[in-house]
């Protein structure tokens, strides 16, 4: 089990248009609270001691690398507006082989590190939990790379309806959880504690 608090948290933010149907209005209604909900949510990220905070709008295909703020010591936020994960594989893929093959680097030097520091996403991390609202349960080619080895958290709220108090029982329940990042229980146990017992 662990007790931190997750660093990075990601959200995919769904149901506003089904939230708005449901209530016979405008899917754009649904857009518009869900917009007012986002305000809620970051303030109490921050307030739980969130570091990065990922919210995933919409996707396609054309997505730049956001600006980063420097010296930031607070919540960075980062909205992931006409994103693909697959097409930030293949952007990052080609940079890599257009370095080997103007020789800045070897085919032998691409790893798993070199591999992320081409991610959009590489200042900031791989996010510790993916929260999906809507009760839909996927990952929606969204962040591939980065979470390899996330916590999911799944909850039937739309959206427009996830509340500070929403984001506060998924914190919770991500830190009851005890993560493993590939290992066996008993692997990460012993890595848990510096004298392997």
């Not at 607070?74 to 594989?89: C, K, N, P």
């Not at 349960?137 to 108090?165: C, G, H, V």
């Not at 993560?179 to 008993?186: A, C, I, N």
Request: glycine letters at 8%.
């Amino acid at each position: 089990m662990t007790t931190d608090r997750p660093k990075h948290i990601a959200i995919i933010m769904d149901g506003n248009g089904r939230w708005a149907e449901r209530r016979s209005r405008p899917r754009i209604y649904g857009h518009i609270r869900g917009c007012a909900r986002v305000r809620d949510i970051i303030r109490e990220a921050d307030k739980q001691g969130v570091k990065a905070l990922t919210l995933y709008a919409f996707s396609t295909e054309n997505w730049g690398r956001p600006t980063m703020s420097k010296g930031n010591t607070g919540l960075q936020l980062t909205i992931a507006v006409s994103y693909s994960g697959r097409e930030e594989l293949v952007r990052a893929s080609r940079r890599l082989a257009s370095k080997v093959a103007s020789g800045e680097i070897r085919a032998a030097d691409i790893d798993e590190a070199r591999f992320g520091a081409e991610l959009y996403t590489s200042e900031i991390g791989d996010p510790d939990l993916l929260i999906r609202t809507s009760g839909e349960q996927r990952i929606s080619n969204f962040l591939l790379w980065q979470m390899a080895y996330s916590e999911l958290y799944f909850t039937d709220t739309m959206w427009p309806d996830f509340k500070p108090s929403d984001l506060r029982v998924a914190i919770d329940a991500y830190a009851r959880r005890t993560r493993r990042f590939g290992l066996t229980d008993k692997q990460a146990a012993s890595a848990a504690h510096p004298d392997g017992v």
